[in-house]
């Protein structure tokens, strides 16, 4: 019609506050064992500003102590695929039998979780925080569920625009000389008394002669 209508562009960032009481099993956070806690916003909010989105932890799992070792069979270059050493040839028959092009399998990951996954429902990922005691390096590793909340912005605002006035206008006024031309021609081609409507349509004028003109 007559207004001008404009879609919102806008991003938002959402702040938490609050406490939450949670159960504590098998934890050496607390001297006096105790099976209970508080969280605040910035031990559930994680990360603790995020664009449009925010993450709310319902439950977390805290390894201590975890120190990085050897793995004697993880040096060993021939169980890798390089640049100098490549076993897959193209027709050399191996014991794997993988060719070149499928020495490095490629994946595609599609995921809609539906809300009634119970193997992993929600949103769950892991941190770690590093530290250095006799001159060994630690990590503590906490893994983390809970809910992620993402949000979207959406509107429709329209004001008066006279441009777009007068252009509904002359829409209109197209309209209808459209349906009189359309109406027009089913009366004079398919409707019964077209005959009659084309004699009352159309007339002749006989030309005037000079003589009778005054």
């Known amino acids: 019609g007559y207004q001008q209508f404009q879609e919102p562009q806008g991003s938002s960032i959402i702040k938490i506050k609050g406490v939450a009481r949670i159960s504590v099993h098998n934890s050496n956070l607390h001297t006096d064992n105790s099976s209970q806690a508080l969280w605040d916003a910035a031990d559930y909010v994680i990360p603790s500003i995020e664009t449009n989105a925010f993450f709310i932890a319902t439950r977390k799992t805290i390894t201590y102590g975890q120190r990085q070792g050897i793995c004697p069979s993880s040096l060993n270059d021939k169980l890798f695929c390089n640049s100098t050493y490549n076993p897959c040839k ?125």
């Not at 060719?99 to 595609?108: H, N, R, V």
């Open 90 to 214: 193209r027709g050399m028959p191996i014991p794997n039998a993988f060719e070149d092009q499928e020495c490095f399998p490629a994946y595609t990951f599609d995921l809609l979780q539906s809300g009634d996954d119970k193997l992993s429902p929600g949103v769950n990922f892991r941190f770690v925080e590093k530290y250095r005691l006799n001159e060994t390096d630690y990590r503590t590793t906490t893994k983390m569920y809970g809910l992620r909340f993402v949000l979207t912005i959406a509107g429709h605002g329209g004001r008066f625009d006279i441009s777009r006035l007068f252009l509904a206008i002359g829409s209109g006024i197209g309209y209808m000389i459209i349906a009189e031309l359309v109406s027009e021609f089913i009366f004079m081609r398919f409707h019964r008394h077209r005959e009659e409507f084309r004699r009352n349509k159309i007339k002749s004028c006989l030309q005037i002669s000079a003589s009778n003109v005054y």
